[in-house]
């Protein structure tokens, strides 16, 4: 126990990045594009430290494309919940290989909590907080382990709970990149078209944004693009997702 207990007091448990990295950051890359502020990042400090993380979703193909034109050798990661869309595998597979990312890491929940806690498959229906901590949350800790940075694809225009985004954020110590930040609808698809991108299937459905199968229903014309996430329910994000600052508390 002495020796367990000597080795874990010599690992760097120190954050790789500090609250005012973030700002800094973010000065350093104002005004440049999305484009070359990730070809300079993942070409120089962030090249081995930084994964992306991708839900797969409606427009996760336009930052997975921009990561590829640099580097497609940085992670992919993606949490199966075991609760997704077939749609959302099947898109993620061919997307990935089209693309040639070639490390794509597939998560899932520690079958030893969900027996825990989730034996039967139905916390979501009653607990859609702990379901999310369980199936996404605790499995996108591990795999970010590694990792000093990483890549959201979270855009303003989603949700009110998402306007004023940065592009750079310190999450839990790393560096957290948003770089469609403040991409809008427009851009997105003038973006999707000039790349001859594959879209999800589900968006044509009235799917704008697509989580869990059980938790995700259609978006009506006018609501929010993710009003049907949780629907019913005061819940906007995973908790991947979380406010970090006085003041940016979701409004329900």
């Known amino acids: 126990m002495a020796n367990a207990a000597r080795a874990l007091d010599m690992i ?15 000065a350093r890359f104002a005004g440049v594009s999305t484009e070359d502020m990730l070809a300079d990042l993942l070409a120089n400090e962030l090249k081995g430290r930084v994964a ?17 034109q640099v580097d497609r050798d940085v992670p992919v990661i993606f949490t199966n919940t075991q609760k ?10 061919e997307l990935a290989e089209r693309l040639g ?4 890491r597939v998560y899932r929940p520690d079958p030893r909590i969900l027996a825990a806690k989730d034996a039967n498959g139905l916390r979501w229906s009653y607990d859609p907080d702990g379901c999310c901590e369980i199936r996404k949350v605790e499995p996108l800790r591990r795999a970010l382990a590694p990792f000093d940075a990483w890549i959201s694809g979270r855009k303003g225009f989603q949700s009110k709970t998402r ?25 997105l698809e003038a973006y999707f078209d000039a790349h001859d ?5 589900l968006e044509a459905d ?3 944004s697509i989580g869990c199968k059980p938790c995700t229903s259609k978006v009506l014309p006018g609501e929010d693009p993710r009003a049907g996430r949780w629907r019913g329910w005061d819940k906007v994000e995973c ?12 409004v329900f």
Do not use: Q
């Not at 997704?84 to 597979?93: C, I, K, N, S, V």
């Not at 991108?197 to 299937?201: E, G, V």
């Not at 908790?239 to 979701?250: C, Q, R, V």
């Open 52 to 68: 992306a993380v991708s839900s797969f979703g409606t427009e996760s193909a336009v930052l997975l494309h921009m990561i590829a």
């Open 101 to 104: 990312f070639t490390d794509l």
């Open 163 to 187: 306007k004023a985004l940065p592009r750079f954020e310190i999450d839990e110590g790393r560096l957290k990149l948003n770089p469609l930040a403040d991409w809008d609808k427009a851009r």
């Open 239 to 250: 908790g991947i997702h979380l406010p970090t600052k006085p003041g940016e508390e979701p």
């Open 206 to 208: 009235g799917y704008p």
């Open 197 to 201: 991108l594959p879209h999800h299937p």
């Open 84 to 93: 997704m869309f077939g749609e959302t595998l099947e898109y993620r597979d």
């Open 12 to 26: 760097d448990v120190t954050p790789a990045f500090a609250a005012g990295d973030a700002e800094t950051y973010e």
